[in-house]
């Protein structure tokens, strides 16, 4: 592997590592949102709609992330 193959890989690693991380965070936050919203608010019937889309989205978005970097280790480590 050229070295600057290996520099771009190494780089890529460190930062899905910062990716699943934030996305765990929203994940956790989303989902401890979702919790407090009582059924019987209808107010926040809506936002907690949309909570619910972006829990749905980001655990999505979090599996793609990690089949990413999951290649990119198996790459580094056959090096």
């Known amino acids: 592997m050229h070295p600057y ?3 771009i890989l190494t780089s ?3 930062g899905r590592e910062r990716e699943l991380i ?3 965070t929203n994940i956790d936050n989303y989902r401890l949102a979702i ?3 009582d059924d019987d608010d ?3 019937q809506s936002f907690k709609e949309q909570l619910e889309n972006l829990l749905s989205s980001s655990l999505l978005e979090q ?3 990690q089949i990413i970097r999951d290649v990119i ?3 580094l ?3």
């Open 73 to 75: 280790a198996e790459q």
């Open 35 to 37: 919790a407090k919203i």
């Open 12 to 14: 890529a690693l460190e």
């Open 42 to 44: 209808l107010e926040l």
């Open 63 to 65: 599996r793609k992330s």
């Open 77 to 79: 480590a056959a090096e």
């Open 5 to 7: 193959q290996l520099e």
């Open 22 to 24: 934030e996305y765990q």
